[in-house]
């Protein structure tokens, strides 16, 4: 099948290519679409989109739309960050996350920085108790979603990354299905996010399958992303992780054509 794919960065982020080349690789894999969404402005974030630049990112990803038309759609995305603030009108569309969570103190602290500085806040506001940080993260999102209604749930159970929640515990799965079920509601469109397998070898994209199985279950709507930084992971794991959606009963997913999600088989 031919891939679509609207999670990816470009250097006006912590992308590695440029807007065009990246549109560029997205023809040379035959894609049906491609949306640019790189990360949020925002003055605690330094990866996001820098302020002054926003106006250059909407112009340079219009240009290749219409330089590319008839090869390819790309569509103007947005990855926004829960405690970011934007105008969605502006864009194609926005997935919705949550990369910092406010702790007891007023500080947005990063929760995806790296294992040691996960665990360091986990000592610092949550004395030594991950289930703490997993607990404000899940509220978190649940709030933020809220606020922003996105088009895309984002990397649902990031703060899962370094391996330091108790995932398989049934506390664990209870919390994070409370805030899956609070966001479907919301927004009925899931990202499968293929980074931890495409980038840190393990054998469950984000959400973990226990969660993606609930989210089935009350109707989600699946979208496969790569979280693609460079080029060479625009797609990288999809035909894969079809099977593997396959092989757990999902019978379609949706792809963004003509800027409305439309279910494709698979």
Not at 16 to 21: G, N, R
Not at 54 to 62: K, Q
Not at 209 to 232: F, M, P, Q, R
């Amino acid at each position: 099948m031919r891939h679509s794919n609207l999670h990816t960065h470009t250097v006006f982020s912590d992308g590695y290519y440029t807007v065009e080349e990246t549109v560029l690789a997205a023809i040379d894999r035959n894609m049906i679409s491609l949306g640019i969404s790189d990360h949020s402005s925002g003055d605690f974030d330094p990866c996001g989109i820098r302020t002054r630049a926003v106006d250059a990112y909407h112009r340079e990803v219009r240009r290749c739309a219409e330089k590319y038309k008839d090869k390819i759609e790309v569509f103007v995305g947005l990855e926004l960050d829960g405690y970011s603030e934007v105008n969605k009108a502006d864009y194609d569309y926005l997935i919705g996350d949550v990369h910092y969570v406010r702790c007891s103190d007023g500080s947005l602290q990063g929760i995806d920085w790296s294992r040691e500085s996960q665990q360091k806040l986990i000592d610092t506001y949550f004395d030594h108790d991950p289930m703490g940080l997993a607990r404000l993260y899940f509220d978190t999102y649940v709030e933020r979603q809220k606020l922003h209604q996105p088009d895309i749930l984002g990397h649902f159970d990031l703060v899962r990354l370094f391996g330091l929640m108790p995932t398989d515990s049934k506390a664990y799965l209870d919390m994070a299905t409370e805030a899956l079920l609070a966001c479907l509601k919301i927004t009925p469109v899931m990202e499968i996010n293929m980074v931890p397998v495409v980038l840190r070898g393990d054998t469950e994209p984000y959400p973990r399958t226990n969660i993606l199985k609930e989210a089935i279950a009350h109707g989600a709507k699946l979208v496969l992303s790569s979280d693609a930084h460079k080029v060479e992971n625009l797609t990288r794991g999809f035909d894969d992780e079809i099977l593997r959606l396959k092989a757990i009963g999902v019978k379609e997913i949706v792809q963004f054509i003509g800027k409305r999600f439309v279910e494709v088989g698979i």
